[in-house]
Nanobody
Framework: QVQLVESGGGLVQTGGSLRLSCAAS????????MAWFRQAPGKEREFVAA???????VYTDSVKGRFTISRDNAKSTVYLQMNSLKPEDTAVYYC??????????????WGQGTQVTVSS
């Protein structure tokens, strides 16, 4: 069973940057596509970005050009570099394993997430 632990969130001003990390354990990491999701207060959880085992990446339109997803298979960790942050990026961020054929469908139980707050 894959376990996911997110970290790196915090409070930042508009225009600032944060780097989120997601450490996976329990099973072989490499074959899995991985994705970041986020949930803002009062809203449904939404897809943010995904990276396949072959390092192909996909982003939701609102973060294109500002966020970068990457992975380190040796460390079983996926990252989300977030630049030019906006107040609307405020949310709890989660990572999950996904299928390369359906990158918006989480495959595992959710971790605790990491809170990102962007002040205006």
């Amino acid at each position: 069973q894959v376990q996911l632990v997110e970290s790196g969130g915090g409070l930042v001003q508009t225009g600032g940057s944060l780097r989120l990390s997601c450490a996976a354990s329990g099973r072989t990491f490499f074959p899995y596509a991985m994705a970041w999701f986020r949930q803002a207060p009062g809203k449904e959880r939404e897809f943010v970005a995904a990276i396949t085992g072959n390092v192909n990446t996909v982003y939701t339109d609102s973060v294109k050009g500002r966020f970068t997803i990457s992975r380190d298979n040796a460390k079983s960790t996926v990252y989300l570099q977030m630049n030019s942050l906006k107040p609307e990026d405020t949310a709890v961020y989660y990572c999950n394993a996904v299928l390369a054929s359906n990158i918006k469908q989480p495959q595992r139980s959710w971790g605790q997430g990491t809170q990102v707050t962007v002040s205006s």
